[in-house]
């Protein structure tokens, strides 16, 4: 269904405003390495073409949700929402005072005045969406090759966003890039194809090329079992075994376009189960982060 763009009534469902307590404490330093903020919509007005209509979901809940579950850092990563203007991701980079870094959407037009000044802000990576659950289609495949020559003398890792078969129908593409890869919420599998699964071996094989970076994030996404999320921990857990110096971890907040939305205080101690080891789990909330984003 077409978004009407001057209809700001959400189409999708809200963050859970009442966060639980997490259990576990996070390392010093923990960083949220998926985070997505909306608006508001009064001050960074949501892109004429966007693909759905988020309720308001601003720094100032965000700095809050993070000081409330002990982290300390985080990677905001641009929203389709916003489209290609970024303000909203360079506003929070400069709120966050060294603590934030970013991932920004970008087009083969964007100035490269542009992308120089997304860099200066702390911005570190760039996404490709190859996945739309909400509808639409990916950029064309040289558009995204343009996008990643214009981010490559920065040193920018390159975000791919896959869901399903995605691994599979976009290995070829994905394993020629040779900037560093990262692949967003373990790809968004279909678990119930199991752990020897087609698209869940291809991105293991992906991992084993070297500059391939996963974000353990997104369990909720993937389960069959909503709020419970035991069915995906194994997958979650064996990417951690397989690469723990290339694993990350983020909330996805506010959870967009979620049928189940999670409460951020359940994610935070799923942490417990997908890297139960002190070691693993400063590599993926501190020391990884700090090494991918450039903390």
Request: with cysteine.
């Amino acid at each position: 269904m077409a978004i009407d763009p001057d209809d700001l009534t959400p189409t999708i469902p809200p963050h859970d405003p009442n966060p639980r307590k997490p259990r576990i404490v996070l390392p010093p330093l923990a960083c949220d390495s998926h985070f997505h903020v909306f608006g508001p919509h009064a001050k960074f007005p949501y892109a004429r073409n966007r693909p759905f209509t988020p309720t308001d979901a601003s720094k100032e809940d965000l700095f809050r949700l993070h000081e409330f579950l002990g982290i300390q850092r985080g990677v905001f990563v641009q929203s389709t929402c916003h489209g290609s203007d970024n303000r909203v991701l360079v506003d929070l980079l400069e709120a966050g005072a060294g603590r934030y870094r970013g991932v920004a959407l970008l087009d083969p037009t964007t100035p490269d005045a542009e992308v120089e000044r997304l860099d200066d802000a702390g911005v570190r990576g760039v996404r490709l969406h190859w996945y739309f659950p909400h509808g639409g289609a990916p950029q064309p495949r040289d558009d995204m090759r343009k996008v990643i020559e214009k981010v490559a003398p920065y040193g920018w890792h390159i975000a791919n966003h896959v869901g399903g078969r995605g691994m599979v129908d976009y290995y070829d593409f994905i394993a020629a890039i040779e900037a560093p890869v990262v692949i967003d919420h373990m790809a968004r599998i279909d678990i119930a194809e199991g752990l020897n699964g087609e698209a869940f071996t291809a991105l293991r094989r992906l991992i084993d090329r070297g500059n391939v970076w996963v974000k353990l994030s997104g369990a909720d996404r993937i389960t069959r079992q909503p709020h419970s999320y035991a069915d995906a921990v194994p997958f979650a857990r064996a990417l951690a075994v397989q690469a723990p110096e290339r694993i990350v971890w983020g909330t996805d907040w506010p959870h967009p376009n979620h049928t189940a939305v999670p409460n951020d205080g359940d994610l935070v101690d799923l942490i417990a189960a997908i890297a139960p080891g002190t070691r693993m789990r400063q590599l993926m909330m501190v020391d990884n982060p700090t090494r991918l984003f450039g903390f």
